[in-house]
């Protein structure tokens, strides 16, 4: 049988992480598009230190790229999936759907989506309406150390459903979906797994990433340290988390009454283990604001939900964000017009 070819975009932490898995299957072959850590890994290959795999040297997969191949042309076979894995900031250019589009063929390609937050299928709804479109809820713990250099402490662990896409239909898209997951973990010893109730776990999930996330960047501090601060936990986690369970609920998803000890003890007591935003956030990087705070943010204004906590935590986000992105030259100080602070 025929390979499935999927492209991956964005091989860092879980990138890579997803790449070795879909080849070590035997059913896929990969083709990783590769930025920063390109040179590296094509000549020294990729290094893995990885809790489930043990010590991986010098791996590559099928083909690396530095760009996002256009199937257009005709010289590249279309893609089965694209899997994008880079960190999702909509709030800088270029945007997923700009970054992957060359590579989608209408009508075949799926894309599968392995990001945190909410409502992060909505702009590829919009521009492959044809394309059937997969949600996967990554808890894998990866970390791209050093260039080409993968740190993985948590074992790959995703939750992996179809999103709805109006013009997609449901069997289409959720063939296209078990399709993936087969060729993920062909003997099933993976813990990758198909969830029919996808938009759930996502948004159980952002009651974690849309609370520990921003509140550990904002204090730059790990997790256990903040939950040995009954205030960090009492006077901001607990209002974000109860306001992501209402949001939720008035979009008409019931969260689970153990949402607030999981996400409190989600985290071992004996690390310094930091959310993937705060890792960023230190190493001058862009963070996930948008999709992790600012849309549940939205969907609580068009439902009327209150959400004071969430609203504060957002305003220091987007100030923060400025920063990183000045410091980057992606924004100059002066006022945009219409702001009446000037
Ligand atoms: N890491 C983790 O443990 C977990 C992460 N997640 C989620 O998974 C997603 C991926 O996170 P993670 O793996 O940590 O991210 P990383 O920052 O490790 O990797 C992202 C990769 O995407 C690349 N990239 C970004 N933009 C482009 C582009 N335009 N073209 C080509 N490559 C690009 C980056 O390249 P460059 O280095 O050049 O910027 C980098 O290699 C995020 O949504 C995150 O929230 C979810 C659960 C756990
Ligand atoms: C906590 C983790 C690693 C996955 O569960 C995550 O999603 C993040 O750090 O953003």
């Known amino acids: 049988m025929a390979k499935s070819r999927v492209l ?18 035997g059913l896929a072959e990969v ?3 590769m930025r920063s850590n390109y040179d590296a890994a ?3 290959g990729i290094d893995i230190d990885s809790v489930l795999w043990g010590q991986i040297k010098a791996w590559r997969p099928s083909a690396i790229t530095k760009t996002v191949p256009d199937v257009s042309k005709g010289d590249v076979a279309p893609f089965d999936f694209i899997l994008v894995t880079t960190k ?18 209408p009508g075949k390609t799926a894309i599968v989506l392995s990001q945190n937050g909410i409502n992060i299928e909505k702009p590829l709804i919009t521009r492959f309406p044809t394309n059937p479109l997969i949600s996967s809820v990554a808890y894998t713990g990866a970390t791209e150390t050093a260039l080409a250099k993968i740190y993985n402490d948590d074992p790959d662990c995703q939750k992996i ?18 399709r ?15 969830e029919p109730d996808v938009a759930k776990v996502r948004w159980r999930k952002i009651a974690y990433n849309g609370s520990m996330n921003p509140v550990a960047s ?12 009954r205030h960090v936990i009492d006077d901001l986690i607990l209002p974000v988390i109860g306001e992501i369970r209402a949001i939720a609920e008035a979009s008409g998803i019931t969260l689970q009454p153990d949402l607030v000890h999981a996400v409190l003890h989600q985290d071992p007591n004996d690390t310094a283990f930091k959310p993937s935003m705060c890792q960023d956030y230190e190493k001058g990087n862009l963070m996930e604001i948008e999709n992790l705070v600012g849309e549940p943010l939205r969907e609580a204004e068009k ?4 959400t004071p906590t969430l609203k504060i935590i957002y305003g220091i986000m987007k100030g923060l964000q400025l920063k990183v992105k000045e410091e980057k030259g992606l924004w100059e100080p002066g006022f945009q017009s219409g702001n009446p602070y000037e």
């Open 8 to 25: 991956v975009v964005g091989t860092g932490g879980i990138g890579t992480m997803s790449a070795y898995a879909l080849e070590k299957g």
């Open 31 to 33: 083709t990783a598009v």
């Open 42 to 44: 094509v000549k020294n």
């Open 88 to 105: 999702n900031i909509p709030d800088v250019p270029p945007t997923v759907a700009d970054i992957i589009a060359p590579a989608v063929t």
């Open 161 to 178: 459903g179809a999103f709805t896409s109006p013009q997609v239909p449901t069997n289409v898209a959720e063939e296209a979906t078990k």
């Open 180 to 194: 993936y997951v087969n060729i993920y973990n062909p003997d099933g010893k993976l813990n990758i797994i198909y």
């Open 218 to 229: 904002i204090l730059r501090m790990d997790t256990p340290r903040m939950r040995m601060s």
């Open 303 to 306: 439902l009327h939900v209150p």
